[in-house]
Protein backbone atom coordinates (compact mmCIF):
# COMPACT_ATOMS: atom_id res chain seq x y z
CA UNK A 1 0.00 0.00 0.00
CA UNK A 2 1.60 3.27 -0.99
CA UNK A 3 2.31 6.15 2.00
CA UNK A 4 -0.60 9.10 2.40
CA UNK A 5 0.50 12.23 2.41
CA UNK A 6 -1.48 14.99 3.53
CA UNK A 7 -0.69 17.87 1.67
CA UNK A 8 -1.65 21.30 3.52
CA UNK A 9 -1.75 24.32 1.36
CA UNK A 10 -4.45 26.86 0.77
CA UNK A 11 -3.24 27.96 -2.68
CA UNK A 12 -5.16 25.73 -4.88
CA UNK A 13 -2.57 26.13 -7.86
CA UNK A 14 0.48 24.98 -5.52
CA UNK A 15 -1.43 21.85 -4.10
CA UNK A 16 -2.85 20.70 -7.50
CA UNK A 17 0.99 20.79 -8.39
CA UNK A 18 2.48 18.94 -5.22
CA UNK A 19 -0.79 16.62 -5.52
CA UNK A 20 0.10 15.77 -9.01
CA UNK A 21 3.75 14.95 -8.72
CA UNK A 22 2.94 12.60 -5.06
CA UNK A 23 0.50 10.66 -7.40
CA UNK A 24 3.31 10.42 -10.24
CA UNK A 25 5.67 9.36 -7.67
CA UNK A 26 3.37 6.45 -6.71
CA UNK A 27 2.06 8.36 -3.11
CA UNK A 28 -1.49 8.79 -1.85
CA UNK A 29 -2.71 12.09 -1.61
CA UNK A 30 -5.03 13.94 0.94
CA UNK A 31 -5.78 17.79 0.97
CA UNK A 32 -6.87 20.55 3.55
CA UNK A 33 -6.51 24.25 3.01
CA UNK A 34 -7.18 25.17 5.98
CA UNK A 35 -5.46 24.49 9.49
CA UNK A 36 -8.50 23.21 11.25
CA UNK A 37 -8.86 20.85 8.81
CA UNK A 38 -5.82 19.77 8.48
CA UNK A 39 -5.97 18.92 12.03
CA UNK A 40 -9.11 16.72 11.15
CA UNK A 41 -7.78 14.64 8.05
CA UNK A 42 -4.68 14.20 10.74
CA UNK A 43 -6.65 12.27 12.77
CA UNK A 44 -8.83 10.52 9.97
CA UNK A 45 -6.28 10.05 7.25
CA UNK A 46 -3.31 8.71 9.84
CA UNK A 47 -0.40 10.08 6.51
CA UNK A 48 2.99 8.66 6.64
CA UNK A 49 4.00 12.89 6.45
CA UNK A 50 2.51 16.24 6.67
CA UNK A 51 3.33 18.89 3.70
CA UNK A 52 2.21 21.71 5.85
CA UNK A 53 2.74 25.57 4.91
CA UNK A 54 3.28 27.97 7.18
CA UNK A 55 0.50 30.97 6.59
CA UNK A 56 -2.90 28.73 6.75
CA UNK A 57 -6.18 30.69 7.11
CA UNK A 58 -8.16 29.89 10.31
CA UNK A 59 -4.54 28.74 12.04
CA UNK A 60 -1.03 29.20 10.91
CA UNK A 61 1.24 25.84 10.10
CA UNK A 62 3.37 26.23 13.23
CA UNK A 63 0.21 25.48 15.43
CA UNK A 64 -1.04 22.94 13.44
CA UNK A 65 2.38 21.09 14.33
CA UNK A 66 2.16 21.93 17.72
CA UNK A 67 -1.02 20.30 17.86
CA UNK A 68 0.09 17.24 16.14
CA UNK A 69 3.45 17.52 17.71
CA UNK A 70 1.59 16.81 21.17
CA UNK A 71 0.02 13.64 20.12
CA UNK A 72 2.39 12.12 17.41
CA UNK A 73 6.10 11.98 15.78
CA UNK A 74 4.57 11.65 12.46
CA UNK A 75 7.18 13.81 10.21
CA UNK A 76 6.46 17.21 8.89
CA UNK A 77 8.05 19.14 6.16
CA UNK A 78 7.35 22.44 6.68
CA UNK A 79 6.71 25.48 3.13
CA UNK A 80 7.49 28.66 3.63
CA UNK A 81 7.67 31.39 1.34
CA UNK A 82 9.45 33.82 4.42
CA UNK A 83 13.15 32.91 4.61
CA UNK A 84 13.69 35.29 8.02
CA UNK A 85 15.65 33.51 11.18
CA UNK A 86 12.51 33.33 12.82
CA UNK A 87 10.40 31.48 11.16
CA UNK A 88 12.70 28.93 10.58
CA UNK A 89 14.36 28.98 14.27
CA UNK A 90 10.18 28.62 15.63
CA UNK A 91 9.96 26.02 12.72
CA UNK A 92 12.18 23.71 14.12
CA UNK A 93 11.52 24.16 17.57
CA UNK A 94 8.67 22.28 16.96
CA UNK A 95 10.14 19.73 15.64
CA UNK A 96 9.68 19.68 12.09
CA UNK A 97 11.62 17.56 9.98
CA UNK A 98 12.64 19.87 7.14
CA UNK A 99 11.41 22.96 5.64
CA UNK A 100 11.07 24.02 2.25
CA UNK A 101 11.50 27.74 0.73
CA UNK A 102 9.03 28.54 -1.85
CA UNK A 103 9.20 29.36 -4.71
CA UNK A 104 10.49 25.62 -4.85
CA UNK A 105 10.12 22.68 -7.54
CA UNK A 106 7.80 19.77 -6.84
CA UNK A 107 10.16 17.23 -7.92
CA UNK A 108 12.60 18.58 -5.20
CA UNK A 109 9.83 18.62 -2.79
CA UNK A 110 9.23 14.89 -3.55
CA UNK A 111 12.77 14.01 -3.17
CA UNK A 112 12.95 15.49 0.37
CA UNK A 113 9.62 13.69 0.93
CA UNK A 114 11.00 10.25 0.63
CA UNK A 115 14.23 11.29 1.86
CA UNK A 116 12.06 12.22 5.19
CA UNK A 117 9.96 8.71 4.60
CA UNK A 118 13.34 6.59 4.53
CA UNK A 119 14.66 8.13 7.61
CA UNK A 120 12.08 7.81 9.28
CA UNK A 121 11.76 3.92 8.56
CA UNK A 122 15.36 3.46 9.25
CA UNK A 123 15.71 5.39 12.35
CA UNK A 124 16.76 3.06 14.96
CA UNK A 125 18.73 3.88 18.21
CA UNK A 126 22.89 2.53 18.43
CA UNK A 127 22.59 2.63 22.21
CA UNK A 128 19.22 2.31 24.85
CA UNK A 129 20.83 4.80 27.13
CA UNK A 130 23.34 7.10 26.49
CA UNK A 131 25.23 9.53 29.78
CA UNK A 132 27.35 12.67 29.10
CA UNK A 133 27.87 14.68 32.71
CA UNK A 134 24.46 15.08 33.97
CA UNK A 135 22.36 14.68 30.63
CA UNK A 136 20.97 11.07 30.19
CA UNK A 137 19.50 10.25 27.04
CA UNK A 138 17.11 7.23 26.34
CA UNK A 139 16.66 6.82 22.51
CA UNK A 140 14.08 3.54 23.12
CA UNK A 141 12.09 5.87 25.04
CA UNK A 142 12.77 8.94 23.35
CA UNK A 143 13.81 10.57 26.35
CA UNK A 144 16.15 13.12 27.66
CA UNK A 145 16.35 13.87 31.34
CA UNK A 146 18.89 16.32 32.98
CA UNK A 147 19.42 15.28 36.10
CA UNK A 148 15.99 13.70 37.53
CA UNK A 149 14.60 16.35 35.50
CA UNK A 150 12.75 15.04 31.65
CA UNK A 151 13.37 17.98 28.60
CA UNK A 152 11.22 18.71 26.09
CA UNK A 153 12.97 17.61 22.92
CA UNK A 154 11.89 16.87 19.56
CA UNK A 155 13.00 14.12 17.19
CA UNK A 156 15.64 15.90 15.43
CA UNK A 157 16.88 17.26 18.81
CA UNK A 158 17.38 14.11 20.13
CA UNK A 159 19.02 13.19 17.56
CA UNK A 160 21.82 15.50 17.72
CA UNK A 161 22.28 14.84 21.27
CA UNK A 162 22.31 11.07 20.42
CA UNK A 163 25.15 11.63 18.09
CA UNK A 164 27.17 14.14 20.63
CA UNK A 165 26.64 11.69 23.63
CA UNK A 166 27.59 8.59 21.65
CA UNK A 167 31.01 10.81 20.95
CA UNK A 168 31.14 12.58 24.32
CA UNK A 169 34.09 14.54 24.72
CA UNK A 170 34.84 14.61 21.71
CA UNK A 171 33.90 17.93 18.58
CA UNK A 172 31.65 16.65 16.03
CA UNK A 173 31.56 18.52 12.67
CA UNK A 174 28.45 20.46 11.48
CA UNK A 175 28.28 18.32 8.39
CA UNK A 176 28.69 15.20 10.86
CA UNK A 177 26.04 16.60 13.10
CA UNK A 178 23.43 16.96 9.71
CA UNK A 179 24.20 13.74 8.37
CA UNK A 180 23.08 12.41 12.02
CA UNK A 181 19.97 14.43 11.78
CA UNK A 182 19.19 13.26 7.83
CA UNK A 183 19.87 16.63 6.53
CA UNK A 184 21.70 15.40 3.42
CA UNK A 185 19.50 16.44 0.86
CA UNK A 186 19.89 19.60 -1.34
CA UNK A 187 19.05 22.82 0.17
CA UNK A 188 19.69 21.94 3.60
CA UNK A 189 22.19 23.39 4.63
CA UNK A 190 24.57 23.54 8.30
CA UNK A 191 22.72 26.54 9.75
CA UNK A 192 20.08 24.16 10.49
CA UNK A 193 22.39 22.56 13.23
CA UNK A 194 22.51 25.88 15.05
CA UNK A 195 18.87 26.06 15.10
CA UNK A 196 18.98 22.78 16.87
CA UNK A 197 21.63 24.00 19.04
CA UNK A 198 19.96 27.18 20.30
CA UNK A 199 16.76 25.07 20.90
CA UNK A 200 18.46 22.46 22.68
CA UNK A 201 20.64 25.20 25.21
CA UNK A 202 17.17 26.65 25.92
CA UNK A 203 15.55 23.37 26.86
CA UNK A 204 18.70 21.60 28.81
CA UNK A 205 19.25 23.93 31.58
CA UNK A 206 22.14 23.91 33.38
CA UNK A 207 23.02 20.66 31.34
CA UNK A 208 22.96 23.22 28.86
CA UNK A 209 26.56 24.17 29.66
CA UNK A 210 27.94 21.12 28.70
CA UNK A 211 27.24 21.63 25.07
CA UNK A 212 30.14 23.50 23.88
CA UNK A 213 30.46 25.40 20.23
CA UNK A 214 33.96 24.85 19.06
CA UNK A 215 34.28 28.04 17.24
CA UNK A 216 34.73 27.10 13.08
CA UNK A 217 34.46 23.62 13.81
CA UNK A 218 31.39 22.38 15.27
CA UNK A 219 29.92 21.38 18.68
CA UNK A 220 31.37 19.21 21.63
CA UNK A 221 29.20 17.92 24.51
CA UNK A 222 31.25 17.51 27.58
CA UNK A 223 31.38 14.17 28.65
Not at 9 to 28: K, P, S, V
Not at 169 to 181: C, D, F, W
Not at 204 to 223: D, F, I, N
Request: glycine share 8%.
Amino acid sequence: MSATILIVEDETRLADILEQYLRLGGFHTERAATGPRALELWRAARPALILLDLMLPEMDGLEVARRVRAESEVPIIMLTARDEEVDRLVGLGIGADDYVIKPYSPREVVARVRAVLRRAQNAAPVSSTLHAGQLTLDTAAFEARCGEEILDVTVAELRLLTALAQAAGAVKSRSELLSALGGLDRGTDERTVDAHVKNLRRKMGVCGEGLETVRGVGYRLRS
